[in-house]
């Protein structure tokens, strides 16, 4: 386990806009309480809460990987009319004590899914 710091900043904070997560038209998730992670150089991600997710759209997959900053990560894909986008979500279900803020959240890749800040 890694802590951050000046060498590798992380920071999460609340984010105030509404934000919606959407595959294929479809709405996968929906939130005013997403929180905003930007780690060292990297984009900025959006976590959302589990339960402002559609959870009956979503299916756990073998898939896991670890983040030395953050801990294991396990996947979910997104069933949206009637495709499948495999692991499009991971989630930190037990992360570090340092990143506690985003157990019981999704993070969504940008490339599988639409993830816009709305109004």
Known sequence: MKLPGPDH??????????????????????????????????????????????????????RTTHCPYKGDASYFSVKANGKTLDNAIWTYETPFPAMAEIS??????????KIEEVA
């Open 104 to 113: 019981g959240h999704l993070a969504f890749y940008p490339d599988k899914v």
């Open 9 to 62: 900043p992380i920071t999460i904070t609340p984010n105030p806009k509404r934000v919606r997560v959407t595959a294929d038209g479809v709405v996968i998730a929906e939130t005013t309480h997403a929180l905003t992670l930007k780690e060292a150089s990297y984009p900025a991600v959006q976590y959302v809460p589990r339960q402002d997710a559609n959870m009956a759209l979503l299916a756990r997959t073998e």
